[in-house]
């Protein structure tokens, strides 16, 4: 019998692993611009955390997190709480009054794996704590979006306000009230979720809910004046940037931390996968932890959401990763100094292949093929041993004389400069 992966559990095949690592490597490259510093942390934590950062009564805690029941530790389902957790742990604030820090790591929900939705999947995440302006609001979503934009991705980006533990209280009493009338046009989660999270009934993708919420309060008319004045903030400062938005007064998001600024990254074209990316202030977190009063606010990205995408959209060539050198030792008396030869190479940094089976001539051309390798060094036994060998660039199929005079190590030497030669644009 064979053992196959969980289901929901997905290998990344190297042949997608480019894609994974382009992307990855884009994002790296601009949160340092805009001054981020990455930070890892461990897999699993204390269930707590996440029970009294993300909520007990949201679908994450309640029902997607892998928790070990009998040892009181989950499985991270997100990064956020896993960041703040550290970052109030180390006291990082105390160093540096602002922090901006990403992380790129796996993440695991139980839920029902589709296109686009895994059990495992991966995340990149951006924070920035310690810092309460509009402006910060709108520049952290400004990466986000030069992100997508680098990726070559087409996606929508929706805002919207949460409001904060002074205009929230209200709101919710409001809405409960609305609901309550409206009991039997709704799902059952919704019945429920009407006391034990009515906000997410207005985000509830069935119909019949989606219909009674386009009558239900808005938040957004509501909000105090602090935060009525720091989403109007947050609006023109995205205008000056340029980043264009919409408002959607119905998204919540399934986090209990949010406040205030609220955002998503949309797109039609992953099914009911829409999300690429979400995230949100969430100013009352590090206190309600156990930290200092600080605010901050991030996002999330799905890596695997992102990868999909890049090959829908635009299926953008990713360099194909290929070897320098294909060392060819023909005959069992070369392969000693072939062997050497390739471990110089490789010391001095070239990407370099050698076959030991002694294999014809043309097998070990055709396997130089396969790995995309740029030159072969063709080491025959005779030629060997009269000091010479030949180099064939594969792109040319030209052929010319190679002296294997002097060390190995200047051999590598020489070799090594006519394969940046010619890898040189
Ligand atoms: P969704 O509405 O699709 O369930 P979410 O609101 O639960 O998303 P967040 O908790 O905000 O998602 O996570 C941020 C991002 O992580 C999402 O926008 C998405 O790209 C990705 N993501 C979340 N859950 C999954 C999953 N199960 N599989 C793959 N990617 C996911
Ligand atoms: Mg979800």
Request: hydrophobic share 40%.
């Amino acid at each position: 019998m064979k053992i196959q992966a969980i289901n929901g559990f997905k290998d990344i095949l190297p042949e997608a692993v480019g894609r994974w690592q382009y992307i990855e490597q884009q994002a790296r490259d601009i949160f340092e611009r805009f001054g981020f510093q990455e930070i890892r942390m461990p897999i699993l934590e204390k269930t707590e955390l996440f029970v009294r950062s993300i909520g007990e009564a949201t679908d994450v805690v309640e029902k997607e997190m892998y928790t070990f029941v009998d040892k009181g530790i989950a499985m991270r389902p997100e990064a956020t709480a896993s960041v703040m957790r550290a970052f109030i742990e180390h006291g990082l604030h105390v160093q540096q009054p602002v922090q901006r820090l990403y992380t790129i790591g796996p993440m695991f929900r139980h839920e029902r794996p589709q296109k686009g939705r895994m059990r495992q999947f991966h995340q990149l995440d951006a924070e920035i704590i310690g810092a309460s302006e509009p402006r910060i609001d709108a520049e952290l979503i400004a990466m986000g979006r030069m992100l997508l934009d680098e990726l070559g991705l087409n996606v929508s980006l929706e805002l919207n306000s949460l409001g904060c533990p002074v205009c929230r209280p209200p709101f919710k009493e409001r809405l409960v009230l609305f609901l309550e009338e409206r009991q039997e046009a709704l799902c059952d989660d919704c019945k429920r979720r009407t006391r034990t999270n009515p906000l997410r009934v207005l985000d509830c993708k069935k119909p019949s809910c989606r219909a009674v919420v386009q009558e239900a309060p808005s938040l957004l008319e509501v909000l105090c004046p602090d935060c009525d004045r720091h989403f109007v903030e947050v609006k023109t400062a995205l205008e000056e940037l340029r980043i264009p938005f919409q408002i959607n007064r119905f998204m919540v998001r399934g986090l209990d931390y949010y406040t205030r600024t609220t955002f998503e990254f949309l797109t039609a074209d992953l099914g009911a996968q829409a999300a690429v990316g979400a995230g949100g202030r969430y100013d009352g977190l590090i206190e309600q932890l156990g930290g200092p009063p600080l605010s901050g606010i991030g996002f999330a990205m799905g890596l695997e959401r992102l990868a999909l995408l890049m090959e829908q959209q635009n299926n953008r060539l990713i360099p194909a990763k290929g070897m320098d050198i294909f060392v060819a030792a023909l005959g069992t008396a070369t392969i000693a100094f072939a062997g050497q030869l390739t471990h110089a190479l490789r010391h001095q940094g070239a990407k370099a292949a050698i076959d030991y089976s002694g294999r014809s001539l043309k097998a070990q051309l055709k396997q130089a093929g396969r790995i995309n390798a740029r030159f072969v060094l063709i080491v025959g036994e005779d030629e060997w041993m009269k000091g010479e060998a030949i180099l064939r660039d594969m792109q040319t199929q030209e052929q010319r004389p190679f002296a294997l005079s002097g060390s190995t190590e200047e051999q590598a030497r020489r070799l090594l400069a006519m394969v940046w030669t010619a890898a040189a644009p």
